[in-house]
């Protein structure tokens, strides 16, 4: 009753630039809202797409592709898994689940599992056969991730599920209280070195024992502020970034911060609010921000290396890095490329026109997008 009164009131709100009505327009609720035009720019890379397929609408919900080995794996609302070819976008395989689904797929080669809103998370062998479904506490929004033979999942409800990848049962869970006021959103779980990484409404970060569910430690990102709860609000919406030893989160109303992922000491920490994920390279952290600004920051000490804010108003998403540039979608279905150097506008393709809601992933020497139409598209940069 908590999240979906909390959901009602950020409903109620979206004639206001708040989380919930930025995420009103990712899931559907919004539709009036007026789109930044497209900045010019000179040409500097060489964008195309290599193929496109369609694998099925992501309706009120956000997807993303996973890439193993040669193969992207994609899942729709509709219920449908489809896996492709990564060179040709050819499908080898489609399966129906048999139920809608709202989150997925992740997969680690051999096992894709997807989620859905009633809290199912269903599992499907690298034929394409079901291999197992199990319930849940609260509705899925995020992909899962498979380490070790471990399916974890996080549920709407501050629950995060350690799985058994043969069966589905259950192995551990971690189990959170959340405050008042809390945002519906596609938060994840990021798996490394044995660890479970996830942030939490309020500012958290939390690292978890991947074998056990085990809390190794916390973190404060954010901490609330302000006389009312939206106010207060600062959740860590994207899946933590995990590179190296160190591992960094970023919150709406808050700060980014990077921690050292074995201790939990905090390396360093500057003002930005974001829900969106953040990428990084060898040098530098890359964050976009709730008004749509992309940013380098170096990535020892947090320092801004540039801004790119052409594309404030397109409601770009998170960042993924290819070769010498980054890469973002945005709200009409633009991919934009930008210069890992500047941050100078270097490139743009365009889509199907309809909302790209989660980062670019890598694929080689190349990135894909999903489209909330159902449009995946392979798009190589040089």
Known sequence: MRSVAALCLLLALAGCETVGGYYDRWFGSESGKKIAELPAFSAT?????????????????????????????????????????????????????????????????????VGTSRGEVIAVDDSGRLAWKVQLSGEILSSPEIHEDIVVVRSGDGRIFGLAAADGRRRWTYQRALPALTVRSPAGVSVMHGGVFSGFPGGKLVALVLNSGAIAWEGTVSTPRGSTELERMTDIVGAPLVEGRVVCAVAYQGRVACFDAVNGTQLWIREMSSIMPLAADARYIYATDDKGNVHALDKTSGASIWKQERLLGRLPTGATVIGNHVVVGDYQGYVHVLNRSDGSIAARVATDGSPILLPPVSARDSVLVQTRNGGLYNITVR
């Open 45 to 113: 890379a060489d964008a195309k797409v290599a193929w496109q397929a369609n694998v099925g609408s992501a309706d009120r919900f956000a997807f993303a592709p996973v890439v193993r080995g040669g193969s992207v794996l994609a899942a729709s609302a509709a219920g449908e898994v489809t896996k492709l070819d990564l060179a040709t976008g050819k499908p080898l395989w489609r399966t129906a689940t048999g139920t809608k689904l709202s989150a997925g797929p992740g997969s680690d080669g051999r096992l894709s599992v």
